[in-house]
Structures are given as C-alpha cells and as structure tokens.
C-alpha cells in the first residue's frame, strides 16, 4: 500500500520534477511537462506512463492499473495508491520520466 505521501517523496528525489498543480491537485512535472496528478478521490493518481505501458500495467494487475472512458485517449493510466507498493510505485513513476525523455 503506498500514499501520495510516498508518490511525493520519490518523485522529488529525481532530478528536475517539480510539485505543481493539475486541474486543481497536487501534481508533479519534469521540465514542465505533466508527470502525475492526484485525482479528486485522493486515493488514484494518474501517471503519464504512454500507451504501450498503460495497456501492459492494465493487463498485468487491472485491479490496480485501469483507465476510464475519460481517460481512453491519453497516455496516461489511474493507479490505485491503495493496492500499489513502493517498489512497483517507484518502477510506474521511472516510466513517467522515460515516456517524457522520448523525442515526439
């Protein structure tokens, strides 16, 4: 089980992220650029991760990893904080850097 609390702290220990604001959450950006965001519940982030990973996360753990209507057309996946831990945690916030580092 993780917390945004754990989301913070290991994604203020990267380089260059940020704490920000997202549709009015807490969020965190890499050069400006969206990394998470915390949903209006508190309990799910949504972490930029980009399409390939968000369908294997989804496929690998769906109670964990899922995404909405809503969110069908970004590449983005809502994680549970609640079912997450810390090492799989720390591998989903990895994956938000490295889709930001690809050239578009």
Known sequence: MSTFD?????????????????????????KKKLLIRLKEDGETIVAIVGFDNRDLLMQLDPKTFFTTDHYNGYPSVLVRLKRISATKLRDVIAMTIAHRHKPR
């Open 6 to 30: 754990d989301v913070r702290k290991i994604a203020l220990s990267l380089p260059n992220v940020e704490e920000s604001t997202s549709y009015g959450t807490a969020a965190f950006k890499w």
